[in-house]
């Protein structure tokens, strides 16, 4: 493969093409579809054996040997409460400002979504499912994740120096998922980011605005799928429920998706990524066919926005 230290390099606007480079098209598929292998077990028996054992953490500005073991065997972790309501008020306000403002033309051309497609109500109004680059112009909500010290929720996770996602990479993204007249209700089995990029390890924190339930399409992921090698398997997912307020925090590299909305409401996040790999040039882009092309191989299945 060469060296590939200068593959996130270039000028603002270049584009970071992570299908054709990072090699997981060469992996091999390990013979017939199959279940995942028995997950490690920690002391005191599995807890991720099913939702309800799943535990809430408490989040004090430092991440405990605890939480830290957890995520490293499972992959993820979830903080409750982590945010007051005032704190998620911050944030849907800074959505419906960045919204607006992109609406009318006033944002970037290159830090418009180019992912997922508005919907349209009965009277032509847009609704945007996905605002990228949201901390980069939400001054309050950049203020509000350093004043619950959410920024040291990387290095403690991955037990290195890292970097948050600002002027890069889509920076922090808003997403919203609903199920009437929608172009977004559902998200297929993914990879944030596939295991082998310069800009990884890295951690997905997910700040959650409004409840996640089965009914509205909560994340659904494997546990433990982060440590699998390149293999294909029957993904077999553990709902993860969320309060609004909630934070969940895994891995770049797990399996996962989110359901279909299955009434008529609707449900926000706010991504912010904390990388410890290699930070890439002001104004790089990704490629998200990437990520969707090696759960491919996994799963065997196609992957995308629904």
């Not at 200068?6 to 480079?21: I, Y």
């Not at 309800?52 to 992959?75: C, K, L, M, N, S």
């Not at 998620?88 to 960045?98: C, F, Q, S, T």
């Not at 993904?235 to 925090?249: K, Q, T």
Request: charged share 25%.
């Amino acid at each position: 493969m060469g060296d590939r230290r200068g593959d996130l390099g270039g000028h603002p606007g270049r584009r970071l093409d992570l299908h054709a480079r990072t090699g997981h098209r060469l992996l091999p598929r390990q013979g017939p579809l199959h279940r995942p292998a028995q997950r490690d077990r920690i002391p005191g028996g599995d807890p991720v054996s099913s939702p309800q054992r799943i535990p809430r953490f408490r989040y004090d500005g430092t991440v405990t040997a605890e939480q830290r073991a957890f995520y490293e065997q499972y992959g993820f972790v979830i903080y409750r409460g982590l945010l007051d309501a005032q704190d998620v008020e911050i944030i849907r306000r800074d959505a419906e400002h960045l919204e607006r403002e992109t609406l009318e033309g006033n944002v970037p051309a290159e830090h418009r979504d180019q992912v997922i497609k508005p919907s349209y109500d009965e009277n032509g109004r847009a609704t945007l499912h996905r605002l990228p680059y949201f901390t980069l112009h939400s001054a309050n909500t950049r203020d509000l994740i350093e004043r619950r010290k959410l920024d040291a929720l990387g290095p403690g996770l991955l037990g290195r120096p890292t970097w948050r996602f600002e002027d890069a990479v889509d920076g922090a993204v808003w997403q919203m998922k609903r199920g009437r007249r929608s172009s977004y209700s559902a998200l297929d089995w993914h990879l944030d980011f596939p295991h082998d990029l310069p800009l990884t390890p890295l951690v997905n924190v997910g700040i959650y605005l409004d409840d996640a339930t089965v009914r509205n399409g909560c994340l659904i992921l494997v546990p433990g799928s982060h440590r699998y090698p390149p293999r294909r398997l029957e993904p077999l997912g553990l709902p993860i429920e969320a309060e609004a307020g909630d934070v969940i925090c895994h891995t770049f590299n797990i399996l996962h998706h989110s359901g279909p909305v299955l009434d008529d409401t609707s449900r926000a996040t706010l991504y912010v990524y904390y990388s410890a790999g290699q930070k890439p040039d002001a104004g790089t882009a990704y490629s998200h066919r990437a990520g969707e092309d090696f759960a491919k191989m996994i799963t065997g299945a196609e992957a995308g926005a629904r």
